[in-house]
């Protein structure tokens, strides 16, 4: 089955510079979801989006955005990058509240993409 | 305010042993989700189970075992004869609208051969 594609795995950028990172979510899945998870740290929720609107914000820098576009594809851009920005980042997809299956799990992540910030 | 607990940052056990491991919920919601997640080295977040706020049966899934109390706001999971792959750091987490997940601090397992 398809699972939550993200893009790329691995980014290495420098300080000040600009990253985009990219998430396609499960066909037929109408929200997606970006959490940041720091070295040793939990994830941390920090937007999501239902119908290419913005839904919920929780602890995203003002340096970070993000967009959900007509094909619900996401993209997370971060601009001045600053070291501690370095982390795992996590796209999950879910479909609409009336098909979230009751034993699973509502969110399906994706393998996150690592961040690496010098 | 939602909140998890895992109290217990790190355990190391012997393989074969079982282990439980520790969270503590707080809601004021009176419908709510909890789930388990492992992550392993290579980082992939895991979905183990999810449970919502008015089934307290316990779960058990071959190794694997929960014990859901709302008495105590507690959501325990313990791995019976543990295996050096069940080598991990264990997310305990929160939903109370089938949405957004809050995840806790989570545990780092070592199982040692």
């Known amino acids: 089955a398809a699972g939550v594609i993200q893009s790329p795995r691995h980014l290495i950028k420098e300080k000040r510079e600009t990253a985009t990172l990219k998430c396609y979510p499960i066909?037929?899945?109408?929200?997606v979801y970006w959490y940041q998870q720091g070295p040793g740290q939990d994830p941390q929720f920090l937007i999501s989006f239902y119908e290419k609107m913005q839904s919920d914000k929780g602890s995203i820098p003002d340096r970070f955005s993000a967009q959900q576009f007509s094909d619900y594809h996401s993209e997370l851009n971060m601009s001045s990058l600053e070291l501690g920005d370095s982390a795992l980042y996590f796209c999950?997809?879910?479909?609409?509240?009336?098909?979230?299956?009751?034993?699973?799990?509502?969110?399906?992540f994706g393998n996150g993409t690592r961040l690496t910030v010098t | 305010a939602q909140k998890v607990t895992q109290a217990q940052t790190e355990i190391s056990v012997v393989e074969k042993e079982d282990v439980t491991l520790d969270c503590v919920y707080e809601?004021?919601?009176?419908?709510?989700?909890l789930f388990w997640y492992k992550q392993p080295p290579s980082g992939e977040l895991v979905f183990l189970i999810r449970?919502?706020?008015?089934?307290?049966q316990n779960e058990i899934s071959g190794r694997y075992s929960w014990n859901f109390q709302k008495s105590t706001s507690s959501f325990n999971f313990t791995i019976t004869a543990s295996q050096v792959v069940d080598s991990a750091v264990y997310f305990c987490?929160?939903?109370?609208?089938?949405?957004?997940?809050?995840f806790g601090k989570g545990t780092r397992l070592h199982i040692l051969p």
């Open positions: 987490a929160l939903s109370f609208r089938d949405d957004k997940i809050i």
């Open positions: 066909p037929r899945h109408d929200t």
């Open positions: 999950a997809s879910s479909p609409q509240t009336a098909l979230r299956p009751g034993p699973n799990s509502p969110l399906h």
């Open positions: 809601t004021r919601d009176t419908t709510y989700y």
């Open positions: 449970r919502n706020s008015f089934d307290e």
